[in-house]
């Protein structure tokens, strides 16, 4: 095997590494109430505990619903009955330092509870409204976001 073959072959592991570590679970449904709903790339699938969910997920409660989500840096969120949140970006690599969360909420009730990124790098974690973005710094509170 010549160099250029050596390259080529670690070029399409790390690719493969790569497109493996994009669809790695951010966080899991860990208790669940009444009907919810989780919107991915794969189209809408019933939520249930022990769900994976994936950064760019929708996670859509049912006005019987509620779900507790851990995100995998120990971020809790509480979403409540009929609301829709999405956790658009996370990265939690603390040893080459990438740390991020971002999510949105577009209606309904959420409580959050922060995790390590928040104290590691609180200026990387913000929670978006339909009017306001909350910045996160380390600690825990309720939003609610009337249609």
Do not use: H, W
């Amino acid at each position: 095997m010549n160099l250029r073959q050596t390259i080529s072959i670690c070029a399409l592991c790390a690719a493969s590494f790569g497109a493996f570590a994009q669809a790695a679970p951010i966080g899991y449904v860990k208790t669940l109430s009444g009907d919810a709903v989780i919107v991915g790339s794969s189209g809408e699938q019933a939520a249930d505990v022990g769900s994976a969910v994936f950064a760019g997920d929708r996670i859509r409660t049912r006005a019987n619903g509620s779900l507790g989500l851990t995100l995998k840096d120990n971020t809790m969120m509480a979403i409540g009955p009929d609301t829709e949140i999405s956790v658009d970006e996370f990265a939690y690599a603390p040893a080459s330092e990438q740390l991020r969360l971002g999510a949105r909420i577009m209606r309904g009730t959420l409580q959050f509870v922060s995790g390590i990124i928040a104290k590691l790098r609180p200026e990387a974690v913000t929670i978006s409204t339909p009017t306001a973005t909350i910045g996160v710094r380390g600690t825990r509170f309720l939003v609610k976001v009337a249609e």
